[in-house]
């Protein structure tokens, strides 16, 4: 009876329309449906899409599939049981819609280890444009274990990242100061350790955080331990780059331009984002400071570069428009055969104009730490914000900045 009523008011929801459109996944009876993994599912192109990873100390965990419907501004939700404990990260299969990772606590003989297993969701589920059951008459559904990584001899599982436009059959996974790289079988049911490397200096060393690069044929990898941010060469399992002392505070994450293969991007506590050229890392590129808390999250936009998300413990959620350093610094270049005169005016007087890095938008719909935030693996112009009491906010790029980037 009580798992039943836990279930019953963990899927009740509020909904109100804000800047964008704003969800509370708090129960209305309590607040113990925390929340701070928000995941794209990255193989699902046609709709929109987001995974949540609810984090209970009281009842079972569960998964969030959230489906918007932008046309209709819907969403819709179902859920999934994550029974094995309190979710601390959550990644999708690149090539396997139904296919997902989680970083989760697990208690055994008084200690509390963070493990990490690889899951498939029911094959009704794992395609997009899903409507929300009737809640009085559906029935939450369970996840499939395919395997878990095994992290006896490694320590705390921190994050899973999939090889970026793989095939879903190699992950790599940080644990305490171990990077280990898996292969997955057949069907995913079994990951073998392939290689990995250890993490080796003094006092206790632990990865926070991790980004898979998408270029150099995805055989780099860049990680971040306390104020440190290192790229490794996943052939040799070797340091490649090392950035000492990148935030004055400890950095919380990372993320590559997808667009330039040398750019990459970190957050920390000292409330920075910051940009840096990996050729050279004697000083970063940029340098964002408009946050006043720590920096839980940066994002680039998958197909626009100068779009940048940010998240922090300061509630609130900021985009920049990092044009200078972007792949496109002069504006989108479009062929001369493409415009109609008036056109082709207007692209020469956009030329002229001196493009300036700006704060674009600042969302402040969330009213405690926000921990994640993501973009739309379907829609480049649409991007997710989750913060600690279980509230996620979706927002549009401003429609005026994304016609500006357009035309």
Not at 331 to 341: A, I, K, R, T
Not at 346 to 371: C, F, G, N, R, W
Request: proline share 3%; aromatic share 8%.
């Amino acid at each position: 009876m009580v798992q039943q009523q836990q279930l019953q008011n963990i899927s009740i929801w509020k909904a109100v329309l804000l800047k964008g459109t704003l969800v509370n996944f708090t129960s209305i009876l309590s607040y113990e449906n925390m929340a701070r993994a928000l995941t794209p599912q990255t193989a699902e192109t046609d709709a929109i899409r987001f995974l949540i990873g609810t984090q209970s100390l009281r009842y079972d965990n569960q998964i969030h599939i959230i489906d918007f419907d932008d046309e209709n501004n819907i969403i819709n939700k179902n859920v999934l049981l994550h029974q094995v404990g309190e979710i601390w990260h959550i990644s999708t299969s690149p090539a396997d819609k139904g296919v997902l990772a989680t970083c989760y606590n697990k208690t055994s003989d008084g200690k509390v280890m963070t493990c990490a297993a690889v899951w498939r969701m029911p094959k009704e589920l794992e395609s997009g444009s899903h409507e929300s059951p009737d809640d009085s008459s559906s029935n939450t559904q369970t996840l499939e274990l395919l395997c878990h990584l095994d992290n006896t001899a490694h320590g705390n599982m921190a994050c899973v990242m999939w090889e970026p436009m793989g095939d879903g059959k190699k992950i790599i996974s940080l644990a305490d100061n171990n990077i280990l790289l898996w292969d997955l079988q057949e069907s995913s049911a079994e990951a073998v350790l392939s290689s990995s490397a250890a993490l080796e200096g003094k006092g206790q060393l632990k990865f926070t955080s991790g980004r898979w690069s998408p270029h150099h044929n995805c055989t780099q990898i860049a990680t971040a331990n306390d104020t440190t941010v290192r790229g490794w060469d996943t052939r040799t399992m070797r340091q490649i780059y090392c950035i000492e002392n990148a935030h004055g505070q400890l950095v919380r994450d990372l993320d590559f331009n997808p667009n330039k293969q040398y750019y990459l991007a970190s957050c920390g506590d000292d409330c920075k984002v910051k940009f840096w050229d990996t050729r050279n890392v004697m000083e970063p590129v940029k340098t964002l400071e408009e946050h006043s808390h720590w920096v839980w999250n940066v994002r680039y936009n998958h197909s626009h570069d100068q779009l940048i998300l940010t998240g922090s413990s300061d509630s609130r959620v900021i985009l920049s428009n990092m044009v200078s350093i972007s792949s496109e610094p002069f504006g989108h270049m479009v062929d001369d055969d493409e415009l109609s005169d008036q056109e082709d005016q207007h692209q020469e007087e956009k030329v002229k104009e001196p493009l300036q890095d700006s704060v674009i938008a600042t969302y402040e719909e969330h009213e405690d730490s926000v921990y994640a935030v993501e973009w739309s693996s379907a829609d480049p112009w649409l991007f997710a914000s989750l913060s600690y009491d279980g509230r996620l906010v979706i927002n549009r790029v401003p429609r005026a900045l994304k016609y500006h980037i357009l035309l």
